[in-house]
T-cell receptor, first 114, second 115 residues
Framework: AQSVTQPDIHITVSEGASLELRCNYS??????LFWYVQSPGQGLQLLLK??????LVQGIKGFEAEFKRSQSSFNLRKPSVHWSDAAEYFC????????????FGTGTRLQVFP | DAGVIQSPRHEVTEMGQEVTLRCKPI?????LFWYRQTMMRGLELLIY????????DSGMPEDRFSAKMPNASFSTLKIQPSEPRDSAVYFC?????????????FGEGSWLTVV
């Protein structure tokens, strides 16, 4: 069965610093990979997704993620963080083919200091 | 276009009462998902429908929970009787065509507190 691990529960960065949020997945075939962001009291908004092709994926709000099959990772990056990026970030994996389930990681809470 | 619409946004109820959460998916979407979010367990898929038919309800915690989708534009998640451990945020989401290259869109959630 597929699973997702986000090893960092909480990350704090200064505004303007670079950011990398880690995500590792477990799945036997090519997964569909997603990053969602959740602001306090809000639903989940899709940042970006990977299905196939170019392993570097660009998303909204200046985020990007790189799929590395050899490391089973799909880390989220942003070169310069803004205070408005403070939120909870969820990595998710979908299994292609026999199911339409989307399995989420436990999330990483990002705090941004001015 | 309107997104996924959930109601109520917030509900506080007493233990033992029936709770009904409602969802209107994005028009034209053929998949509908119910997720529950808690601090302890994160985001869990409870059940999902394709073309109004329940496909996988293995995530439904117990018989107190039931979900229906009487038509393409409406779904309900019912808890009867409710218990304090059911306190959580319940998200409805929809997509066109399932996960095969498609995006799941989430509603803003129904925040349930059972006292």
């Amino acid at each position: 069965a597929q699973s997702v691990t986000q090893p960092d529960i909480h990350i704090t960065v200064s505004e303007g610093a670079s950011l990398e949020l880690r995500c590792n997945y477990s799945y036997g075939a090519t997964p569909y990979l997603f990053w969602y962001v959740q602001s306090p009291g809000q639903g989940l908004q899709l940042l970006l997704k990977y299905f196939s092709g170019d392993t570097l994926v660009q998303g909204i709000k200046g985020f990007e993620a790189e799929f590395k099959r050899s490391q089973s990772s799909f880390n989220l990056r942003k070169p310069s963080v803004h205070w408005s990026d403070a939120a909870e970030y969820f990595c998710a994996v979908g299994a292609a083919g026999n199911t339409d389930k989307l399995i989420f990681g436990t999330g990483t809470r990002l705090q941004v200091f001015p | 276009d309107a997104g996924v619409i959930q109601s109520p946004r917030h509900e506080v109820t007493e233990m033992g009462q029936e709770v009904t959460l409602r969802c209107k998916p994005i028009s034209g979407h053929d998949y509908l998902f119910w997720y529950r979010q808690t601090m302890m367990r994160g985001l869990e898929l409870l059940i999902y429908f394709n073309n109004n038919v329940p496909i996988d309800d293995s995530g439904m915690p117990e018989d107190r929970f039931s979900a229906k989708m009487p038509n393409a534009s409406f779904s309900t998640l019912k808890i009867q009787p409710s218990e304090p451990r059911d306190s959580a945020v319940y998200f409805c989401a929809s997509s066109l065509g399932g996960l095969g290259g498609n995006t799941i869109y989430f509603g803003e959630g129904s925040w349930l507190t059972v006292v």
